[in-house]
């Protein structure tokens, strides 16, 4: 069982440490504390424990310090930054653990961007030794990238001559899309498995600028004063503090405050409910940041991100997730309204922010989703998103007992899909006039204006309802697992592609597809016998 909570008092590979407006994320693993056995993290090298914790300080400095406008990432260990993702880890774990591995470190490192691009926050690699195949994915996930010169460091990205695997926290994309290496070079770095030094590193804009060892820190510690005085963020703040989520774990589920998760082993799915906010919740700045990381939108949806991780990696065999909200309506419109009045505030800015992450892991989690919307349901605003990220979306039609739907001011683009799009957006591609519609409108959707609107695909009356439900879950949990995420995979992402849907849509995909093949994993694959006296051996027929 891993668990995703911990904090800086609880991290055993990463040191934070707060000056004013600069924050420094030190890597220090240590080789013998590994989530798992058989393996040891040596030379920075990282499991998904140590990520884990990148994960909590890069998600934390937002809430708990705002001041910062710098983020230096950088390692205590000498003449090495990382080494990547650990090889033996990887050769030794099943199949969908290597998948959900790679796919939690690219949400990580797209967090990082997602601060940058939206917060202001700058992050800085400052690389005092090698940095090879995920430690050199690290490094591009920040805006800036500088590199020691003392004659042995390098930048790589090994993992197609020496792994017969991709790069598979970004990097490939982040090449050519981010950082606009050309095509030639960037196929020529990709297999060159020692990589590129200094000045040849920068030439190809692999990095921004490399210093001699003697100027080394000297020169970070100059660009930093120099962004600091020219960054918007100093001032900001106090910030608020991110308490351990509180959960009761059962053989049969999971229950946080406003999250409950039911598992259903035997049919292969699960009941995820979220309970809406309390009436009349605070509706100034003051009073919010005095409620801090209790305040219901923050709270249910850091409950909610740690459920879809759990099920995501503890729960390989639960494939259809059924979403269920109870509370009232005008409630959660209500937090919604006060979101949006409120907007432009660091603090809503970053808990608007949270909420849409958490929605992208949803869309990026390889389960199916079904929303199930009945009268006690509150799919409104914030919570529609939920349904309108679902598979399929079923609403009761009860002539005795209404149950209704709502949008909000949020739906309309402050919690973007990684297509770029709004959820509603993406769902009426061909008809983006709808999309209009639907925000336009006054007031709330019965099961008869929601079914007309095109915003739930079923609506059975009370007699039908258990039936329909029941024989759905049926039907979809008989399907084969692997045709199922393919095409969920393809179908969530409708419109324009962007960094963030190649990352996930193209490399994890093709990543996944090379996991499973002999020439990787198979008795004489390049992961199988990567440190091992014996060479790779390939079927060169290409597929």
Not at 65 to 94: D, Q, W
Not at 185 to 199: I, Q
Not at 338 to 360: G, K, N, P, S, Y
Not at 439 to 462: M, Q, R, V, Y
């Amino acid at each position: 069982m891993i668990d995703f909570q911990t904090s800086p008092s609880q991290y055993q590979h990463w040191k934070l440490k707060i000056e004013g407006a600069v924050a420094t994320l030190s890597m220090d693993v240590q080789e013998d504390l590994t989530l798992a056995e058989g393996y040891k993290l040596k030379l920075n090298s990282y499991d998904l424990g140590v990520d884990i914790e990148l994960a909590d300080a890069v998600g934390r400095l937002r809430f708990e310090h705002p001041e910062v406008s710098v983020v230096v990432i950088t390692s205590l260990k000498p003449r090495i930054f990382c080494a990547g993702a650990n090889i033996y880890m990887l050769g030794s774990s099943s199949h969908a653990f290597k998948v959900n591995f790679c796919k939690f470190t690219n949400e990580t490192r797209c967090a990082i961007e997602d601060d940058s691009r939206h917060s202001g926050r700058r992050f800085l690699a400052a690389l005092n030794g090698t940095a090879s195949g995920g430690g050199y994915e690290l490094a591009i996930a920040c805006d800036e990238i500088y590199l020691v010169d003392d004659g042995n460091s390098a930048v790589s990205l090994p993992e197609v001559p020496l792994l017969g695997v991709l790069p598979g926290t970004g990097g490939l994309t982040r090449l050519v899309d981010k950082r606009k290496v050309r095509r030639d070079r960037a196929d020529v770095f990709s297999t060159l498995a020692e990589g590129l030094k200094g000045k040849r590193a920068k030439e190809w804009g692999l990095i921004d600028d490399y210093f001699p060892t003697s100027k080394f820190q000297e020169s970070i510690n100059a660009r930093v004063q120099n962004i600091v005085a020219a960054c918007s963020q100093n001032g900001v703040g106090p910030g608020i503090k991110l308490n351990l989520l509180k959960v009761e774990s059962t053989a049969t589920g999971r229950e946080y405050k406003y999250v409950k998760l039911k598992l259903n082993r035997m049919r292969r799915y699960a009941d995820l409910t979220l309970l809406g906010p309390e009436p009349a919740l605070p509706t100034t700045i003051e009073e919010i940041q005095k409620l801090g990381d209790a305040y219901w939108p923050l709270q249910v949806y850091r409950e909610l991100d740690d459920a879809l991780l759990h099920l995501r990696v503890n729960e390989p065999e639960i494939g259809l997730v059924c979403i269920h909200t109870e509370g009232n309506l005008n409630d959660v419109l209500s937090v919604d309204q006060t979101l949006f009045a409120h907007r432009d505030h660091w603090l809503i800015r970053e808990i608007t922010l949270h909420m849409a992450r958490v929605l992208r892991r949803l869309d990026l989690t390889a389960k199916s989703f079904f929303a199930l919307i009945e009268p006690k349901s509150c799919f409104a605003g914030n919570l529609l998103e939920l349904s309108l990220s679902s598979d399929r979306t079923f609403m009761l039609k009860d002539a005795d007992d209404r149950g209704e739907i709502a949008a909000s001011q949020l739906n309309a683009g402050a919690l973007p899909m990684s297509n770029g799009l709004t959820r509603l957006q993406s769902r009426f591609l061909g008809d983006p006039e709808k999309a209009e519609e639907i925000l336009a409108h006054k007031g709330s959707f019965s099961t008869e204006t929601a079914e007309e609107a095109g915003l739930i695909t079923f609506a059975p009356d009370d007699l039908d309802w258990e039936d329909e439900i029941r024989v759905a879950i049926e039907e979809r949990t008989s399907l084969s697992p692997d045709a199922l995420t393919g095409m969920e995979a393809s179908l969530r992402f409708a419109g324009p592609e962007t960094m963030d849907t190649k990352i996930y849509g193209r490399l994890t995909a093709w990543q996944n597809w090379i996991f499973q093949r002999p020439n990787a994993v198979g008795p004489q694959g390049a992961l199988t016998n990567y440190g091992k006296p014996s060479q790779a051996q390939f079927d060169y027929k290409r597929t």
